[in-house]
């Protein structure tokens, strides 16, 4: 399958909600929805009352991680979401998520100095994904540098917060995961060794993105998801292939 530079994305993106009237919130919806389910089978299918910590910063990838919460804690599990601002700083859609989040009473709370990570099974990074523009700063630096040092395995939306999408090159700082959810099609900067290291085992979701769309911009892509909305990949000469082969189921 093709890979994606961070401007291929953004242009599917833009065709998405331009041309074929799929939303934002249709996209973000279907990306939180099969984060939630990874991290359900990262959790091996047992999450009633486990604590989960979602890192959620105010851009789109922060939109889809507030979804992954919603749909955890609509499971059972015990969320806890980290906001990179305060709620007034969140606009549009990741805004109407958060509120969402409120009207539920999911616990919420923004990072703020001096701030510490509960104690969690499994922390769900959703602070910045193609939309890194230099290293971070502020919160979000500092809510990488805590999910770091946290002994809970992260679990990345599109690629790690500070993993530069195009190159795979990690920012100052930069998340280790030990799995990374990527949307659509792999973005190239994962299949570089770097990012291979940084993005650990690497799975690819649905966002029903239309085959015409791809053929659009030149790309030819096969149906990938004929067994499943979400897929782990694996990598082989710098290309992401489905593990196992098309058509496979992969979680029996
Ligand atoms: N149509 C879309 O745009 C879709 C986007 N999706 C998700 O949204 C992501 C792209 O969304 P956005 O374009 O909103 O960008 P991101 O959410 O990746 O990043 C933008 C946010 O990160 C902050 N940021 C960027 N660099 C920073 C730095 N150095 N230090 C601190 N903060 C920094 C920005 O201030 C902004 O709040 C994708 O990776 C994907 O996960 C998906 O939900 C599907 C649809
Ligand atoms: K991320």
Redesign the pocket.
Known sequence: MPALTREQM?EV?RI??EEYGIT?LQ??EN?GRNLAWLALQWLDGDLVDRPIVVLA????????GLVAARHLANWGAWVQVLC?HPPDAYQGVPAQQLAILQAMEVPLAWAEEGWELPPCDLVVDA????????????R??DLIQLANSSVAPILS???PSGLDADTGQG?TPHIRAAATLT?ALPKQGLLTPTGQALSGDLYLAD?SVPPGLYRRLGLEVPPLFSAGTVLPLTVVDGQALIQGGAGRTPWT
């Open positions: 953004r993106d998405m909600v934002l996209m973000m990306a910063g105010r851009g789109n990838n922060g939109g889809g990179s602070l910045i994904g193609y939309g890194l523009k230099g290293d971070p700063r502020g979000v630096r939306l599109d690629v920012a949307l966002i």
